[in-house]
């Protein structure tokens, strides 16, 4: 007779145990899927080769950036990065790093390919107002409302830049600081 009891024990006990599990699974939020964002096509859009060594390429790279505006954070033989910030409304901000990777392409170092990727971040301004509170003892505490807020800027979005003009003009600038010059079709 007691092991009839523990087996039907043992079946209400797993039951509660798979309720308890069910309830919690229902409880959690999701994971949200999202489909591959990488496809791994042309490499054509974020690198170029160069006829200059590679930290010539690296070079004229910083120089491209510098024209434009950028703050550079790195600049090494091999790599370069450089970092803008844009404000198109007064509580958007936008910021811009371009990271440039400088790597020989021949054996003796004169061809180089540069590889390069843009990031923006935008941000926005959050307000957040401020109240105090004031306790009397006896009485109780009373919150009062400030009209004053701490505003600060969040980041809401990011993404790589992966506009073929966008390169394309950044890689030209680049030949430009390198001295190359495309062949001049000449008029008869």
Same mark, same amino acid.
Not at 1 to 17: C, T
Not at 166 to 174: G, P, T
Not at 180 to 188: G, K, L, R
């Given at each position: 007779?007691?092991?009839?009891?523990?087996?039907? $024990?043992?079946? /209400?006990?797993?039951? $509660?145990?798979g309720c308890v599990c069910a309830l919690l699974a229902g409880c959690g939020t999701p994971v949200k899927a999202f489909p591959s964002q990488e496809e791994f096509a042309s490499t054509a859009t974020y690198s170029r080769l160069f006829d200059a060594t590679a930290a010539q390429t690296c070079e004229a790279a910083r120089r491209a950036l510098l024209s434009q505006g950028y703050v550079i954070g790195t600049a090494a033989k091999e790599l370069v990065t450089g970092r803008k910030n844009f404000q198109p409304e007064p509580e958007s901000h936008l910021q811009m790093e371009i990271r440039v990777v400088c790597a020989p392409? +021949?054996? #003796?170092?004169? !061809?180089?390919?540069? =590889? !390069?990727?843009?990031?923006? #971040?935008v941000y926005a301004l959050k307000k957040s107002n401020n109240s105090a509170s004031l306790g009397v003892g006896g009485i109780g505490s009373v919150s009062l409302p400030f009209s004053s807020s701490n505003d600060s800027m969040v980041r809401v979005a990011s993404k790589t830049?992966?506009?073929d003009v =966008?390169? &394309?003009? =950044? =890689? #030209?600038? !680049?030949k430009r600081y390198l $001295? !190359? +010059? &495309?062949? /001049? #079709? &000449?008029?008869?």
């Open positions: 007779m007691k092991l009839p009891l523990m087996r039907a $024990g043992a079946a /209400v006990w797993m039951a $509660g145990l392409d +021949s054996p #003796d170092g004169q !061809v180089s390919l540069g =590889f !390069v990727t843009a990031l923006q #971040d830049i992966s506009s =966008f390169y &394309e003009r =950044f =890689f #030209d600038l !680049v $001295g !190359v +010059s &495309e062949p /001049v #079709d &000449e008029a008869p």
